[in-house]
Every structure is written in structure tokens, then in C-alpha cells.
């Protein structure tokens, strides 16, 4: 069992369409993160959120701690969109993160 | 910002071969993580050490073993390296303040 589960697993979008990106976890926590790895790269992080809603440019995540959900949304997609986005969940107690196995995303010209 | 550096991005090795790969934090984090990724399996937890001299196995530490002498660098060690221990290998810390993680750039292991 998966403390954190996201989907899709993978997405091809067309360069402009508006994406989504889901994530639900099982544990307690105070925050969710939304990290970002592009093909052979490192991973940073892109948001950081406990409660509402955060906007980055075209990137905006929300989140809702009573349903144990939180989305990842693109707006206006574009090819360097192209990337591993991966949700984390520091648990309440203890050291360690849920990982989600992470949605790969492609985005076609 | 938080720098985290892993030694090596690429290295090719032979079965039964030492491994070494080493990370080094610029801030003076107790946290340090080594994970491994594999498609479709996300990130995996190796190891992990919260102190100097500490360590605590994660999810797959078969076949590893780590080193924290000094608190700013962690290293995993591959006593003897097999071919399904080919992977990308991230090291991070975890600044506890922010609740946020770091992650280093990774290494890109392949066992032949």
C-alpha cells in the first residue's frame, strides 16, 4: 500500500492544453510538496502548500487537507513543461517523505 | 540556497566492483537521505542518517551500506556491485525548519 498515490502515471498533452496532475496520500500531514525532475535531471522543489491554493506563473497547485487531495495544474502547456512531477509528503512524525511514483508529462509542439 | 552535491553523475562499473558515491551538504543539516529511482517505482528509500556516526535502513537497503562521518557528507557504499543495482541514485537533506527537502543533482549508476 502506497502512502501517496498520484495519476496519471504518464500524460501527453498537445503544446497549449491544460493539464492536471492528482495526488492523494493516507498519512497525516502538515504539507504537501510538488517536485519537479526533468529527463536527467535533479529534482526541485515547485510548491510547498498546506491549505488553498498556490500560483507560480502558469503552474498552480491546491490542495484540501480534509479530502487528503492535492492537484498539480498547467496552464497553456508548453514542450519545456516536458518533466517528472512528483507530489511528497512529510509525515507529521519521523524523518521520512512519501514519495508518489511521479507523472511523466509530455508536451507535443 | 541550499547546495547538495553528489561526487559523481555517471559512472559505469563492473559486477562485483566497490562502489562509492558521496554526498556533501553546504548547510549543517542532521537529515540525509539516499534514495534510488527506478521508472515506474518512484523513489525508493536506501538509507538514511539523522546524525553523525547514526544510520537507519529504509525500504531497500540490501546490498548497500552508508557512512556519515563527518556531518556534512553521507556516502553509500555498494560493497559488491550487481548488475540490478543499475539506477539513478539522488542523495537529499532534509531541512526540518521549512519542513523542505533538497536533492542533489543524482548519479546515474550502470553495473555491467
Known amino acids: 500500500k502506497n502512502e501517496v498515490e498520484q495519476s496519471p502515471q504518464n500524460l501527453t498533452a498537445q503544446e497549449g492544453e491544460f493539464i492536471t496532475i492528482n495526488c492523494s496520500y493516507s498519512?497525516?500531514?502538515?504539507?504537501l510538496h510538488w517536485l519537479q525532475q526533468h529527463p536527467g535531471g535533479g529534482i526541485v522543489s515547485l510548491f510547498m502548500?498546506?491549505?488553498g491554493k498556490k500560483k507560480h506563473g502558469r503552474l498552480i497547485a491546491t490542495i484540501n487537507i480534509q479530502e487528503k487531495h492535492s492537484s498539480l495544474h498547467i496552464t497553456a502547456s508548453h514542450p519545456r513543461d516536458s518533466a517528472v512531477y512528483i507530489c511528497?509528503?512529510?509525515?507529521?512524525?519521523?524523518?521520512?517523505?512519501?514519495f508518489g511514483t511521479g507523472t511523466s508529462l509530455t508536451v507535443i509542439p | 540556497d541550499v547546495k547538495v552535491t553528489q561526487s559523481s553523475r555517471y559512472l559505469v562499473k563492473r559486477t562485483g566492483e566497490k562502489v562509492f558515491l558521496e554526498c556533501v551538504q553546504d548547510m549543517d543539516h542532521e537529515n540525509m537521505f539516499w534514495y534510488r529511482q527506478d521508472p515506474g517505482l518512484g523513489l525508493r528509500l536506501i538509507y538514511f542518517?539523522?546524525?553523525?556516526?547514526?544510520?537507519e535502513k529504509g525500504d531497500i537497503p540490501e546490498g548497500y551500506s552508508v557512512s556519515r562521518e563527518k556531518k556534512e557528507r553521507f556516502s553509500l557504499i555498494l560493497e559488491s556491485a550487481s548488475t540490478n543495482q543499475t539506477s539513478m541514485y539522488l542523495c537529499?537533506?532534509?531541512?526540518?525548519?521549512?519542513?523542505?527537502?533538497?536533492f542533489g543533482e543524482g548519479s546515474w549508476l550502470t553495473v555491467v
Open positions: 537529499a537533506i532534509l531541512e526540518r525548519a521549512g519542513n523542505t527537502i533538497y
Open positions: 542518517s539523522y546524525d553523525v556516526k547514526m544510520k
Open positions: 502548500l498546506s491549505s
Open positions: 498519512v497525516g500531514i502538515s504539507a
Open positions: 511528497a509528503a512529510p509525515p507529521n512524525t519521523g524523518n521520512q517523505f512519501y
